[in-house]
């Protein structure tokens, strides 16, 4: 009888360590999901070139993290902060879910900046540029930004209005939103400064007309504005851009653009030839792989993903280049964090290693725009670029070449 019981016993404890195991692989996940949220319905090519250039960097580690195959989850905001919203609440309730990835409006950022925070889903951006992004009031800051930053961005292009383009009255037409008000504030002081006035501004709202723009540039023209500083993305820049065309008077004067018109279809929408009739320059960060010199890890990063993506074929193909640069160099940063930390079965846990990775890289990173040794720290209100991994000296104006290319000037 005590034999019998002695077997029971053993046969049950054999059972609950099958079980136990059994139970354990099943929580343990052997996928990583990252989520990349953006706009793929009105603003694709910047969302496609964000995805090719974080794929890139990821097939470099042959999309696997410590053994754990990463996968990749699409989403569509539509440009909507709502819609965004709920594309991370998805990403949030999905155990298996890293991090995040934003596209390039910075509304949706901004304006679910204290969502994200207080649910502690670190979060990586590569393109939206609107300052307050990064500056959550806490050290309990998730957002960390490889991209133009608009507390900056907003003071080159009005230096460069003022040094290189000597625009004595120049005039802001800004999106109403809270990137355009972000923008307002570094423009207006940086031309403040250079002018000894504050320069006039005028807004719009999204999906503006031809015509409604036609009636805002008469205007414009009338307060004998000798440059316009647009910022806007790429269908509104299309539109700007048809209502100047149309103007005689109005093809003379220098746009000088927010990059926001590279993310879309602008390119195709306004040729070459109507482009030649324009003064047109936008911002950009310094590297592109058409105009600057190339290194050996641009020709091997360009080779590879010419490989991957049916999109590229050669350099001019890559549109809205920014977001592949960014998300590249960005992806280098994050897998490097990685490198750093041990992934456990708790995501929630992943993310505090990580995040505190991230703001004490160990090596530095050769990425395409240069080499980050140490881009990101713990974040204060006295350190307010610590999630910033760019500086104004990353900071270049661009135009349009004849092939719809992305040309760096000096």
Known sequence: MKCRVGLRKVSLFVFLCIYSSLFASKATSSVIKIYLDADRTRHFASARSIEMGVKTAFAEVNNTIQGRRVEFVMTDHRANSSRSKLNMQRAFSDPDTLLVIGGMHSPPLIKNRAFINERKMLTLVPWAAGGPITRYPSEDNWIFRLSIDDTKAGFVIAEYAVKKRQCENPHLILEQTPWGESNRKTMSKALLASLQKEPAVTWFNWGISDANFRIKLRSILASKADCLLFVGNSNDGETLAKAILSIEEARVLPVLSHWGITGGSFHKAITAKQRASMDLTFIQTCFSFVSSAQTELSRNVFASAQTMFSDITTATSLKAPAGFIHAYDLSRLLIQGLSQITLTESMDTNRAALKEALEQLQQPVQGLVK??????????????????????????????????????MD
Do not use: Q, W
Request: contains cysteine; aromatic residues 14%.
């Open 371 to 408: 080499r980050y040794d140490k881009p990101f720290s713990t974040y204060r209100v006295e350190n307010e670029d610590a999630h910033e991994a760019l500086s104004v000296d990353d900071f270049c104006m661009a135009k349009f070449g004849e092939k719809n290319e992305i040309l760096l």
